[in-house]
């Protein structure tokens, strides 16, 4: 490591001044949330955007180009009924953005609900439901979305319902936890001696507290329904045919891996990975960002 002398005769060991350090460490901030946006840019692209600028039929069949690796006619390939594997991402990017955003939103309000409720309520109600929502966390999630998607008739409705009703209970439990913390403030303690009701404080006053903890929940929120979505797709109890999912084409794919049709493997593998990687380097990059003095 160099060393310089210093006016005073001490030496310089050439690390970096206190400015700079907040310098690499706000590009690094910067970058880790820049990075996370892109990619969910991107992904949102590619299932809203690019089927209207690539429209081709997803579901036409070339049993002449079945099992095409990408070629200029079709650009990443063909599937085993000689299906354009471009046109079947892009639909299944739409069915599976389609199901996932939904039901992060509905878990969202459910568990932002729920913690208030418990939070703010009265102290047997807070048991009450805090020993409901144990019983319900002790449950094994995908065990308990195997079963249901077994039971009911499976539409984008039906499983919308079913992952936004099932993902809901740690963010209710953050925010319970997070309204206790901050019931005792003083603004709160005013805002109960001047007549607010509950539903005001929750709204006016803790909620905006939360912010950026509700926001950062939410992007994991976003992932972790994508990731359910591809999962329960994979076993069949996903989006069905005839649409496509990311995760029932990669289940497809696998059937035949043995010819090692790499083109339908990596990209609905990758973008489900994109995808959960796009929520968790946003929600890290809020957190560091919004939420580091919490």
Do not use: K
Request: hydrophobic content about 55%; overall charge negative; glycine content about 10%.
């Amino acid at each position: 490591m160099s060393e310089r002398a210093l006016p005073g005769g001490g030496l310089s060991t050439g690390m970096p001044s206190a400015p700079l350090a907040r310098l690499f460490g706000w590009l690094a901030l910067r970058g880790t949330l820049a990075t996370g946006l892109a990619i969910t840019t991107a992904i949102l692209f590619i299932g809203f955007v690019a089927p209207f600028l690539y429209p081709v039929d997803p579901f036409a069949i070339h049993p002449d180009h079945a099992l095409e690796a990408p070629s200029l006619m079709f650009p990443l390939g063909t599937d085993e009924l000689g299906r354009d594997e471009l046109a079947l991402m892009l639909s299944g990017g739409f069915a599976t953005l389609i199901v996932a955003l939904p039901s992060a939103v509905l878990s969202f309000v459910v568990g932002v609900a729920y913690g208030l409720a418990s939070g703010l309520g009265p102290a047997w109600l807070d048991r009450v439901l805090m020993r409901l929502l144990d019983a319900i966390l002790a449950l094994p999630s995908l065990i308990i979305l195997i079963f249901f998607a077994s039971l009911v008739t499976l539409d984008n409705t039906s499983l919308i319902l079913l992952l936004g009703l099932i993902a809901w209970p740690s963010l209710a439990r953050l925010v319970r936890n997070e309204t206790i913390a901050q019931r005792g403030r003083d603004f709160v303690l005013a805002s109960e001696q001047l007549g607010a009701t509950r539903f005001y404080i929750a709204r006016v006053h803790l909620i905006r507290v939360m912010a950026p903890v509700l926001v950062v929940n939410g992007t994991f929120l976003v992932g972790d329904s994508v990731f359910a979505i591809s999962g329960l797709s994979f076993l069949g109890l996903g989006v069905q045919p005839p649409q496509v999912s990311w995760g029932s084409m990669l289940e497809s794919a696998l059937d035949i891996v043995a010819l090692d049709p790499w083109w339908l493997i990596l990209p609905p593998g990758l973008l489900i990975f994109g995808s959960l990687l796009a929520a968790s380097l946003t929600g890290q990059g809020l957190l560091a960002r919004y939420g580091g003095g919490r």
